[in-house]
């Protein structure tokens, strides 16, 4: 069974101005964003560092606009809870670094935050598979995470399309998110592969209007997932 959807574009802070980060808040907000995505990084999990809770708290302070923690930490089940406390609206961790993730799922939904699973480009997808009905929300990335701005990798679509299948099949409410590389010239496949959500940051933030782009990475990301759907 195939579920209409309202697809997501939601703008990475990774590739925000922090000089002034309220008026990038109300830009992407202006452009009908509801959701913003920090990256958080210990430069172990990935080489890189990034954001901590503290970002979340300001995003929360000057924004009513929802947040996305995508976890790229070795110990997620430590890191989870500093992100909800700040106020993160949904949290999100890697398969890789969570060998048990029933639990922090369930700890996470417990606490009235939607919990997502994630997986780098080098991991199957199947042992996202039995998780799907227990998550709000399943990533692939498009890229191999770590730094803002690198080149699409098409070579995952075939993951998204897989798990949009598996979610399908079992009229399933979790979310699809392709995160990495997603611009104009991306974003059509990504979704058109089965992806919901859209996490674009230099796509966003490396527009001189970023509403603008907000609206028109929405409009053909829709059309996409809808005619797929159709």
């Not at 101005?17 to 509801?34: H, K, P, T, Y």
């Not at 503290?54 to 995508?70: C, E, I, M």
Request: negative net charge.
């Amino acid at each position: 069974m195939t579920l209409a959807r309202t697809v997501d574009v939601v703008p990475s802070l990774l590739s925000a101005d922090f000089s002034r980060l309220a008026a990038e808040l109300r830009r992407v907000q202006d452009g009908g964003a509801e959701w913003v995505t920090v990256d958080a990084m210990d430069g172990h999990f990935v080489p890189n560092l990034s954001f901590g809770p503290d970002l979340v708290r300001a995003v929360k302070r000057l924004s009513p606009l929802r947040v996305d923690a995508h976890l790229m930490v070795t110990n997620p089940e430590a890191a989870a809870p500093w992100f909800v406390k700040a106020g993160a609206d949904r949290v999100i961790f890697h398969l890789e670094a969570c060998p048990e993730p029933e639990p922090l799922l369930r700890a996470l939904r417990g606490q009235g935050v939607e919990a997502g699973v994630a997986v780098k480009p080098g991991t199957p997808v199947d042992g996202l598979l039995p998780l799907l009905a227990q998550s709000d929300l399943a990533l692939v990335m498009t890229v191999e995470p770590g730094f803002g701005g690198a080149a699409f990798l098409s070579a995952m679509l075939p993951k998204i399309s897989a798990l949009r299948r598996a979610l399908d099949a079992g009229a399933l409410p979790c979310r699809l998110q392709a995160d990495g590389g997603i611009n104009l010239e991306t974003v059509e496949a990504a979704a058109s592969a089965g992806a919901d959500v859209l996490v674009a940051g230099h796509g966003v933030f490396g527009n001189p209007d970023p509403a603008a782009a907000i609206r028109t990475l929405r409009a053909k990301a829709q059309a996409a997932y809808s005619g797929r759907a159709g």
